[in-house]
Every structure is written in C-alpha cells, then in structure tokens.
C-alpha cells in the first residue's frame, strides 16, 4: 500500500479583464474624482484581493492521498485504489475537477466534487484488468479555485506507481510436448546401460558392458565384476519459442493471435514448471527475451515478467531461429508458437533436431482469425518431416474469467510473493 500527497502548485489570472477593470476605475478618479468610482474600485480590489487568498489558500491546503495494494496481477485480475482529497483550509473548494492520467485501461478515477472547509471527499476506484503489460497509476491534476472565477488553482500530482498485469494462465487441452534425452524419447527406461540418472540395482557383468558402468564398491565385496543398471534416462530441458512476427499477429483485444499466443506460453512454461522440468524463453518481441532453462519459483515469475512485457516486431522466425542455434544444447525440447505458415524457417529448425533437439510446434490458424491462410497445409509439411505439431484454432484458450466487483463483498490481501487476490467477506 503506498500513499502520496501533492508536490507542485500553480496559481493562475483566469480574468485579466478584471485587473483592466481596475486600472480603469484609477484613471477615471484621477481624471474626475468621484465617490462612485472610489466605492467601485474599493470593492472590485477588495473581491479582488480576497479571491486570490481564497485560490491560494486552497492551493496550499487541499491534499491528495491515494491508497493502492502493490503488486502484482493477472489478466483477469481485479486492481483498486482508495482517493481521499481533504480541505484544511478555512475556505470551502465550491468546485474541484480532479484529472486522473493513469493509464491502466479502464481505470477512470476522474470526477468532478465539491469538499466544504475541514472536510474531506474518498472514494474508491476498481479496475478489471484485460490487458497485459507495466502500466502507471497516478499522474493527476487537481484544479479549483474562488467562487468569483478571478483565479485558479491547479495541483500537479506527478507521483505514480507502476503495476505490472502479467498473461494469464490457462487451462489448455492435452498438448503433447516430443520428449528429449539421451534416448531421444525421454520416457523412463529399466536396465539401461546409458549413463542417466539414478542407479536402481546392479548385476553381473557381460561381454559388451561398458566400463563406466562398473559398480566397483560390490565388485570388491564379491569379488566379481558388476555393473550399474540405471532406472530411467534424463529428460531434456524445454526451450519454449514465442514468435511474435508483427506480420502475422491479426485480431484485437484477447482474440488476438498475439494475446493467444502469450497466454499459450505462459501455460506452457506453467505446466512444464510444475513437472520440475527446467524451463527456458525466448521471443524474438521488441526487447528480446532470452531466460535459460530453470526450475522453480523463481523461473515462473521471470518468465510471466518477460511475456508480459513482450511486443511484437520485425524480427522473423527464420532470423531468430538462426541466432538461438549455437545456443540450444543437446536431448532439449524446443517449443515453437508461432502463427507464421512460411516455412522458411524449416530449413533451420531441421538441423536442429540432427543435433538432438527436439522441436514441438504450435501452429496458430489464421484462418479462424479472419485470414484465408490455413495452418493444415503447414501442420501436414511439418509432420511429413517428422515434427510433431499441434493447430491452435480460435477460442481454444478460453477467456479470462472476471474477477467480481461487488466492493461490498470482497476485500483485498497481498500474498507473500506479492499477488493481490481478492477475499469474499
């Protein structure tokens, strides 16, 4: 929760015509003095003098607090602040319009009140969050002033706070990734001479078993030779690929294949997360996105940071591919999402797998995204060649579900790792 008063103040003529008014009435006196014109100009000074104390004095003593839970959230997900603007002056602010600039979509905080002297005005502003990205609370103007409208005030609240609404993790349907190991297949194996992870048992050496294998410990106790027998072979990391070509990103708002495709990644790196596997991003967005594969917590939220921060760019999927080659080890899983039906960057992704990475692609259809370019066609190049792929049509990944907005009912509470979440009362 963080709160802010106000840091810079500006007093503003809204009438000149009033001190022309004034001026004139001098000259009139001084040319033919009358007891008119010194009643007129005695009173337009004196509206004059006590509109300006008035605009400054509550320039000087209106103030701003806004309340906000920090954090994080994600699409979907509920964001609120709390406004209180009090008066301690001794004047009442007849009219007030607060300007607010955040720019969270959907997040309107502006509204035009009036606050009597020694009191004050709160009110709380929720927002649903349907867009991922950093965006910015705060940023306000806060401008008033006398009831005579000779002078203004404007109050520039130029604090703000940064939100970051991170992609949504979906529920996906049964998407098989193609295993990597030693073996290729990554799928556990029993009395295997491999090298791999965890030795289940031993036994009596054959004509043909490695070396490496020996068990020397019961080797020596039983004065035979003995090798290891291996319970199951390692699984490769998983290297997920996001393809953010901005030719081929069509639709808006979270039908778009853009959207889709985040929230597919995000998923994924969730799903491959949770099996303890270590898993690795790459985009090839306006800042380019490269997290090696990790495991745990830490990983997730690195992640979920860089996709939520990811745009679309020039940059190709051929190109990115070329450049990530020299860097993608042995027996991974490359995961490739990408809506791009040209398969120039075939010619790429091959030799990548003769080196023992294997590619899993996940082909966004243009077509039901308002595109005449089927994915079938692509989906059955790829599989001819061996590579496994999966067609994502529209509305394979379900929206998001809305959190409720009822302020009576629900509260808020910060979880350790920094997510809001809402609380039903």
Known sequence: MQSYNHSMTQLRLRQPSFLILITFLIGLQLIEPSRVWTILFVA?????????????????????????????????????????????????????????HSTLPEFNASRSISIGAGYFEQWTVNAVCKQRGLFYLGDANI???????????????????????????ATLPELLIAPAGSFGDGRPRRNALEQTIHASSVREYYYGDSTRMIHWPTTARTNKVFVRLMESAPEGDWWILLDLDKKYMLGTGWDAIEEQSVTLAASLANFGLRKRKSVG???????????TPDKGEGQRWEILQGLALAKPSQLDL???????????????????????????????????????????????????????????????????????CHVIPRGMIQLPKSLPQQRSNWTWRSTPTGEIVPIQN
């Open 44 to 100: 337009l000074s004196g509206m004059f003098i006590a509109a300006y104390l008035w605009s400054w004095t509550l320039g000087k003593n209106l103030q701003l607090r806004r309340e906000t839970r920090l954090g994080w959230v994600q699409v979907g997900g509920q964001i609120e602040e709390r406004f209180t603007l009090s008066n301690a002056s001794l004047f009442p602010a007849s009219w007030i319009q607060f300007n607010d």
């Open 143 to 169: 401008q008033t002033g006398d009831p005579f409208g000779i002078f203004d005030v404007t109050i520039h609240a130029s604090q703000r706070t940064s939100i970051l609404v991170l992609p949504q993790i």
């Open 281 to 291: 991003l790459i985009t090839n967005s306006k800042e380019l996105t490269w997290l």
């Open 318 to 388: 051929s190109t990115i591919l070329e450049r990530t080659q020299p860097s993608l080890g042995r027996y991974h899983s490359l995961i490739v999402i990408t809506a791009s039906t040209n398969l120039d960057w075939l010619k790429t992704l091959i030799p990548l797998s003769k080196r023992g990475v294997v590619p899993t692609v996940m082909l966004l259809d243009t077509s039901t995204f308002d595109n005449d370019m089927s994915a079938e066609n692509t989906a059955g190049i790829l599989k001819q060649r061996g590579i496994a």
